[in-house]
């Protein structure tokens, strides 16, 4: 029993606490969802009819204000 439970966790040994590799890919999850989300922003402005690269750069640097600010501010969606 202890070799198969030794064989299944090998794979999880790299998210170990003590690895830089679980940081690593955390924050690399974390830039791409900014960067998704900077994009929808960026869209979203664009048809809105506002700066679209002035929100892309705010919501893309600061991410959690910046977003919360974009959706304050936008104008209505045109018909």
């Known amino acids: 029993m202890p070799v198969v439970l030794g064989n299944i966790a090998i794979p999880f040994q790299a998210t170990a606490s003590g ?3 679980g940081l690593w890919l955390f924050l690399l999850g974390l830039y791409v969802a900014f960067l998704l989300i900077a994009l929808w922003v960026y869209q979203d402005a664009r048809i809105r009819g506002m700066n679209s690269l002035f929100w892309f750069a705010i919501v893309f640097l600061v991410p959690v204000f910046g977003l ?3 959706v304050i501010y936008r104008r209505d969606r045109p018909l």
């Open 19 to 21: 690895s830089p590799v």
């Open 68 to 70: 919360v600010g974009y």
